[in-house]
């Protein structure tokens, strides 16, 4: 069975600071893999997914994330964090035949002044 | 594009009430698909539409729990008989046909509290 692994719960940066939130996944062959924002209150906007091709994908807001075969990872890497990353953030997987989608428990990242 | 909406956005009841949520999503979307988040967790996957066709259902989806797309626009959900263990935030999300990789667009959601 599919499944999505976020194993960092919390993560606090300082403002200015590199981010890499991490997302590893079970599946056979290759996913469709995408990776969403939350904030309170609000619903899940995309911010950037990969189906094949260049494994470094760009995204919104300055994110951008790696698919990596060999370690079944795609994690999520920002330079530079703002105040306003302040939210949480999901990875999803998508199988080929099936039009849903499985979450990771999230990552729900703190950022300092 | 006025994005996914739903309605209400907040829905507070009594255990063993029935309720009902709206989504309506992108208007060119075929699909729609409606999730439950609950605290802590990252949204699960209750059922798809493809225009008014229900073409996939999750065993999370009780006999309790309906969901339609009449007209293959908006979408309503309906619990029965809600119980303590609904309480949650209801997301739809919309998106085009076509293959898996079609990404999602969630709406606002609906949290339901039962007392």
């Known amino acids: 069975a599919q499944s999505v692994t976020q194993p960092d719960i919390h993560i606090t940066v300082s403002e200015g600071a590199s981010l890499e939130l991490r997302c590893n996944y079970s599946?056979?062959?290759?996913?469709?893999l995408f990776w969403y924002v939350q904030s309170p209150g609000q619903g899940l906007q995309l911010l950037l997914k990969y189906f094949s091709g260049d494994t470094l994908v760009q995204g919104i807001k300055g994110f951008e994330a790696e698919f990596k075969r060999s370690q079944s990872s795609f994690n999520l890497r920002k330079p530079s964090v703002h105040w306003s990353d302040a939210a949480e953030y999901f990875c999803?997987?998508?199988?080929?035949?099936?039009?849903?989608?499985?979450f990771g428990t999230g990552t729900r990242l703190k950022v300092l002044a | 594009d006025t994005g996914v909406s739903q309605d209400p956005r907040h829905k507070i009841t009594k255990r063993g009430q029935n309720v009902t949520f709206r989504c309506d999503p992108i208007s060119e979307h075929n699909r729609l698909y409606w999730y439950r988040q609950t605290l802590g967790q990252g949204p699960e996957f209750l059922t798809y539409f493809q225009n008014e066709a229900q073409l996939e259902k999750s065993r999370l989806l009780s006999d309790r729990f309906s969901a339609e797309r009449p007209k293959g626009s908006f979408s309503t959900l309906e619990i029965q008989r809600t119980e303590q263990g609904d309480s949650a935030m209801y997301l739809c999300?919309?998106?085009?046909?076509?293959?898996?990789?079609?990404?999602?667009?969630f709406g606002d959601g609906t949290r339901l509290s039962i007392l």
């Open positions: 599946y056979g062959a290759t996913p469709y």
């Open positions: 999300a919309s998106s085009n046909t076509g293959g898996s990789g079609q990404p999602q667009h």
């Open positions: 999803a997987v998508a199988s080929s035949g099936t039009y849903k989608y499985i």
